[in-house]
C-alpha cells in the first residue's frame, strides 16, 4: 500500500491569487496524478506526473492554469493558477503501486474561492 | 468514450441488511476495476479492486464481481453496519490510458441503526 499527505488540507482564498497543493508518498512511485472533485461531483483526472518529464494534462485542463511539479519520486506539487470561484473544489492527488495495480488517494485539499 | 455509471445514487437501509450496489461501463476493454469508499470530505479508501481477468474480490465483508462482457460489476456488502455509512465510488482504467481512472458519480449509502 502506500500513505500519501497532502498540505494543506483546506484553504479560502481570493479570486486573482494562487494556491500551491503539496502531496508527499511514503515510498517512491513512478506514477502521480492529480484529480479534482467539483461539489456535488465525481472525481475528474486533471494530470499525470511522472517524474523527470512533464506532466500529461487531460483535456479541458492546461498547464497555465494547474502547473505540476514532480522533482522526485515521493513528493509532487500541483497550483491552482488565477483562482476564480469556479475552482472551489476538492483537490486529490493518487498514486499507482505497480506491484498491484491498486491505486491510493490522499486526504484531498479542500479549496473555497471567494 | 469510457462511460461509467452507478445505480442507484442514494440507498437507505437498515442495520443488518445485505445490500448491492451497481457499477456499469460502457467500454467492456478495461484493464480493472476498483471500488472506492468515501467519507464525507475525505480523501478515497480503496476497498477491493478487480483485474480485467478476474470474476470477483472478497475483503471481510465485501464481494466484488466483474462480468466485463456485460459491463457490470456489483459490491456486495453482508449485515451492513452504520459504520458502512459512506459514499461509494467504482471507477475503471483502461489500457493504454497510463493509469487513469475513470469514475462512476457514486452511491450514497446509509445504515440506519
Known amino acids: 500500500s502506500a500513505v500519501i499527505s497532502q498540505k494543506p488540507s483546506r484553504d479560502i482564498c481570493q479570486r486573482g491569487t494562487s494556491l500551491t497543493i503539496q502531496c508527499q508518498v511514503d515510498?517512491?512511485?513512478?506514477?502521480m496524478f492529480w484529480y479534482r472533485q467539483q461539489p456535488g461531483q465525481s472525481l475528474t483526472l486533471i494530470a499525470t506526473?511522472?517524474?523527470?518529464?512533464?506532466?500529461?494534462?487531460e483535456s479541458g485542463f492546461v498547464i497555465d492554469k494547474f502547473p505540476i511539479s514532480r522533482p522526485n519520486l515521493t513528493f509532487s506539487t500541483l497550483t491552482v493558477s488565477n483562482m476564480s470561484p469556479e475552482d472551489s473544489s476538492i483537490y486529490l492527488c493518487?498514486?499507482?503501486?505497480?506491484?498491484?495495480?491498486?491505486?491510493?488517494f490522499g486526504p484531498g485539499t479542500r479549496l473555497t474561492v471567494l | 468514450k469510457q462511460e461509467v455509471t452507478q445505480i442507484p445514487a442514494a440507498l437507505s437501509v437498515p442495520e443488518g441488511e445485505n445490500l448491492v450496489l451497481n457499477c456499469s461501463f460502457t467500454?467492456?476493454?478495461?484493464?480493472?476495476l476498483q471500488w472506492f469508499r468515501q467519507d464525507p470530505g475525505k480523501g478515497l479508501t480503496s476497498l477491493l479492486l478487480?483485474?480485467?481477468?478476474?470474476r470477483e474480490q472478497t475483503s471481510g465483508r465485501l464481494n466484488a464481481s466483474l462480468d466485463k462482457s456485460s459491463g457490470r460489476s456489483t459490491l456486495y456488502i453482508a449485515a451492513s453496519q452504520p459504520g458502512d455509512s459512506a459514499t461509494y465510488l467504482c471507477?475503471?482504467?483502461?489500457?493504454?490510458?497510463?493509469?487513469?481512472?475513470?469514475f462512476g458519480q457514486g452511491t450514497e449509502l446509509s445504515v440506519k441503526p
Open positions: 506526473a511522472n517524474q523527470g518529464s512533464e506532466a500529461t494534462y
Open positions: 478487480i483485474q480485467s481477468s478476474q
Open positions: 467500454d467492456s476493454a478495461i484493464y480493472n
Open positions: 515510498s517512491q512511485v513512478t506514477m
Open positions: 493518487s498514486v499507482a503501486v505497480s506491484s498491484t495495480d491498486t491505486q491510493y
Open positions: 471507477a475503471v482504467r483502461q489500457y493504454n490510458q497510463g493509469g487513469k481512472l475513470i
